[in-house]
């Protein structure tokens, strides 16, 4: 399985460490799932905007009031 190392700095390093520690999970697993729900998120904005483009001509002419000025 393809795997990276990852050079942090001894505070980042401690804090990243807290925060594992905090979710019950081991360091590698919590930067696994940081990283994996950070593209999960980014992948969800993306699909947002493009649908909110392609359907904001209906979202304004349903709601005409709420439309922004021209």
């Known amino acids: ?3 990276l190392n990852i050079e942090y700095t001894e505070h980042e390093l401690a804090a ?12 590698k697993a919590y930067v696994h799932d940081l990283s994996v729900r950070e593209q999960q998120r980014r ?3 993306e699909h947002a905007v493009a ?3 392609s359907h904001r001509a209906e979202f304004d002419a349903a709601f005409p009031e709420d439309a922004p000025a021209a």
């Open 1 to 3: 399985m393809p795997a």
């Open 16 to 27: 990243i460490r807290a925060a594992a520690a905090a979710d019950g999970k081991s360091v």
């Open 43 to 45: 992948d969800f904005v």
């Open 51 to 53: 649908f909110w483009a």
